[in-house]
């Protein structure tokens, strides 16, 4: 996953160059070269791939109340951890 997008194509003399998106027949990521699927050939034998773009916004969010969840009962456990070493019992939870 990335968050955005290198867009490449074959320059003339073999190099790859960045190009905007409707001129490109491939992506650059992480230094890579990767064939776009449905493009023209690049000419040479890279690895195809397709790009579909997605909303991880749902997926931030339902990790970080899963953080916050954890923290939650993490303080919890201190809490109750720290009442037994005093000597402190909690009787609403003995029922």
Do not use: F
């Amino acid at each position: 996953m990335t968050e955005d997008v290198t867009y490449i194509k074959k320059a003339d003399n073999g190099c790859y160059i960045l190009c905007p998106e409707p001129d490109a027949s491939g992506i650059s990521y992480a230094g890579t070269p990767y064939h776009l699927l449905d493009r023209d050939p690049m000419g040479d034998d890279l690895e195809s791939v397709m790009l579909e773009q997605t909303d991880i916004g749902s997926w931030v969010t339902e990790t970080q109340t899963a953080i916050e969840d954890a923290d939650a009962l993490n303080v919890d456990q201190a809490y109750r951890l720290t009442l037994l070493e005093l000597g402190i019992t909690d009787d609403t939870d003995a029922s």
